[in-house]
């Protein structure tokens, strides 16, 4: 991974050496499956070909065999003897002749007719009325269907015993009944040569005939017999299909195979050839390309070895110069190794290093100059430093006497609530934005009964304790951040409640009679009560952008105006001057 890092040479070879496997790669991959494509389309066309010409040959050479046979059958020299072996009234001796003037036309015929092996002629059911045989043996012919043979014109048949022959019915035009049935047993060597010659087909190619029930017609030596379960080629001819196939043979070898049904001969035909030897070309040829590709790309890799030595050479010497540079030696300088574009690079690194000389000496007495502004700035920047922090401090007391201000312009200064000018403002806003929302607005006016009395009795610094606990007592009754207690004036206080109707402005002045109760101030001058009350007149209001706020404060003020005249330590609502509550 270092080397990787640190070495351009390295890199170079690496760069064109993957680029060369890359193409490498793509071209043989490209060239394979092209390739392959067209030797499979050639493969299949020409076993197609193969087939064709296969099919065509069996065709006419069992044509050719039937009509040999429909001749022969026909002869009246084997009619006539034919007849007497029908006879059942025939003597001994009309049946020994009978029988060797058939035994000598039908050993003339075999001389004659390589393709024949030997003829029979049977009668129902299945006796045997003639044959060319030796021995007359009823397990050749025991599989044959009687019924089937006398139906049939030509057939081709096959069976264990009796691999291939054909059977036509014998008639007489003056006898009524049927004669019997002749059965001609074909050559298997001359079938052989035909089915089974693989020319054309290489060393692995391979020619099948099956009869229905999937069996080898003839039996070949190399090919005694076929898979007991049956191939995709054999299942195709077996139902009657044409079509191609790759698949495995009864060998399990991968082959490709044609396979088709011959109607005129009641055969499967299937011509195999094994894939090894159908794409050994198509790996030769693509191994002979890979091996040229290599060969011509560790040749290009020699070449790019090379050059990286010759592109890296200059650069190393480039760099070692820096590198002295960097250590401050100037007076080093970079020899130019070539005339080309790496050249050009050094004579201009040594003009830069000449003009680093220059820039260098320069630099030194702006060092100079500049280290004495910096201690001019040094001081100067301390004096900004202490003005800052005058500065801070000042605008810290001037914040500090703001707050003060409007602590003192806001808040009252005996009970520490908001005051009658914050309750002003406070009740203009709260009636703009009620208006706007249309909501209600509800007052409550607060006075503290015989509070003259209480300051004549008990001296105004108790009066001035006991304002103090009673705006205490009502701020606790507030839960609300938006509703304001205020003190309006005197003994008089009022409680701004935005958002509320004339219920809950009620269920408020009641808290707040409460809690004025429970602080149990004594006041034994009063006539009211022997403790310290409150009177509290209410009024709910929406407001209206064409009303005044004064409005409101009027309604709450006649509240609390009856509530006084009512006898005090109660609470009166402008809309519904009923007593609330009375103690």
Not at 46 to 63: S, V
Not at 168 to 176: D, F, G, I, N, Q
Not at 320 to 334: E, F, M, P, R
Not at 555 to 563: N, P, R, V
Request: net charge negative.
């Amino acid at each position: 991974m270092k080397i990787w890092q640190t070495s351009l040479k390295f890199r170079l070879v690496s760069y064109f050496s993957v680029l060369c496997l890359v193409m490498t790669l793509m071209a043989g991959t490209l060239t394979f499956f092209g390739l392959r494509k067209v030797i499979t389309e050639n493969a299949v066309e020409h076993l197609e070909r193969i087939t064709d010409l296969k099919e065509d040959a069996l065709n006419l050479w069992l044509e050719n065999q039937r009509q040999a046979i429909a001749q022969l059958s026909q002869f009246p020299t084997i009619l006539t003897p034919l007849t007497t072996l029908n006879n059942p009234l025939a003597t001994p001796g009309e049946l020994q002749s009978a029988q060797e003037q058939l035994q000598a036309i039908f050993t003339l015929s075999l001389a004659g007719n390589y393709a024949l092996e030997n003829i029979t002629i049977i009668h129902p059911p299945n006796q045997v009325l003639f044959s060319t045989l030796t021995s007359h043996s009823p397990q050749r012919l025991d599989l044959l269907d009687w019924t089937d043979l006398a139906e049939s014109r030509f057939d081709l048949n096959s069976s264990p015993s009796s691999p291939l022959f054909l059977t036509v019915p014998l008639t007489a035009a003056e006898e009524p009944y049927s004669l019997g049935t002749l059965v001609a047993h074909l050559n298997p060597v001359i079938f052989q040569r035909i089915a089974n010659n693989p020319t054309g087909l290489g060393k692995t190619g391979r020619i099948y005939l099956l009869n229905g029930q999937g069996e080898l017609i003839p039996q070949l030596p190399r090919e005694t017999m076929l898979h007991p379960n049956h191939n995709q080629g054999i299942e195709g001819a077996l139902n009657h299909r044409t079509g191609v196939g790759w698949y495995r043979n009864s060998q399990s070898v991968p082959v490709i195979g044609v396979y088709r049904w011959l109607k005129e001969s009641h055969l499967g035909l299937l011509v195999e050839m094994e894939q090894a030897e159908l794409f050994r070309p198509v790996d030769q040829l693509v191994w002979q390309l890979v091996s040229a590709e290599l060969l011509g790309s560790i040749l290009l890799l020699v070449g790019v070895y090379w050059l990286a030595c010759r592109i890296t050479q200059p650069i190393l010497a480039i760099a070692y110069s820096a590198s002295q540079i960097a250590d401050g030696n100037l007076s080093v300088k970079t020899p130019p190794v070539s005339d080309d574009e790496l050249g050009i690079l050094a004579q201009a690194f040594n003009r830069m290093t000449k003009h680093l000389c220059i820039l260098y000496a320069s630099l030194n007495e702006q060092i100079v100059r500049l280290r004495c502004t910096e201690t001019s700035l040094r001081e100067t920047c301390q004096q900004l430093q202490q003005e800052v922090a005058e500065r801070h401090k000042a605008e810290i007391a001037l914040a500090q006497a703001n707050q003060h201000l409007y602590q003192l312009a806001t808040l009252d200064g005996l009970t520490q609530i908001a005051n009658r000018r914050q309750f002003d403002e406070t009740l203009q806003q709260e009636w703009k934005r009620m208006a706007r929302e249309r909501l209600p607005l509800s007052l409550i006016m607060i006075d503290v009964d015989e509070f003259k009395r209480y300051n004549d009795y008990y001296g105004h610094l108790m009066g001035d304790d006991c304002l103090q606990k009673i705006a205490q007592g009502i701020q606790q009754v507030l839960k609300r951040s938006g509703d304001l207690v205020a003190r309006y004036g005197g003994e008089e206080f009022a409680v701004l409640l935005p958002h509320t109707d004339t219920t809950g402005a009620l269920r408020l002045a009641h808290l707040i009679q409460e809690a004025v109760r429970g602080l149990q101030l004594t006041h034994a001058t009063s006539p009211v009560q022997s403790h310290v009350t409150v009177s509290l007149g209410l009024a709910t209001v929406i407001p209206h952008p064409e009303q005044a706020a004064t409005d409101l404060i009027e309604q709450a003020d006649q509240a609390l105006f009856q509530a006084k005249r009512n006898g005090r330590n109660c609470v009166r609502s402008g809309s519904a001057l009923s007593v609330i509550a009375r103690y």
